[in-house]
């Protein structure tokens, strides 16, 4: 069953951090689709991937991330 994780983003300041935090989270296992808002900082992704594994990818990216849900 397709579960919604909502996230609450920090440290992305323009466009391009938006597209930066998407291409990331698009490539964890498990995302059927996701949103990224800039204002406010979040995301919706819907599928089966890992909460923890969608934080990293976020991390990674070089933001920061928390469940918002
Ligand atoms: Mo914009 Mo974001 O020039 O990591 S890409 S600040």
């Keep these: 069953m ?5 996230l609450k983003i920090t ?3 323009c466009k391009h951090c938006v597209m930066n935090a998407k291409k990331a989270i698009e490539a ?4 059927d689709s996701v949103e990224v808002t ?3 900082g979040g995301a919706v992704i819907v599928g089966s991937a890992d909460k923890e594994n969608l934080i990293a990818a976020v991390t990674t990216a070089g933001y920061e991330a928390e469940l918002a849900n």
Excluded: I, S, Y
């Excluded at 397709?2 to 909502?6: E, I, L, Q, R, V």
């Design 28 to 31: 964890v296992a498990g995302v």
């Design 38 to 40: 800039l204002e406010p």
């Design 11 to 13: 440290g992305m300041t």
């Design 2 to 6: 397709a579960d919604t994780t909502h």
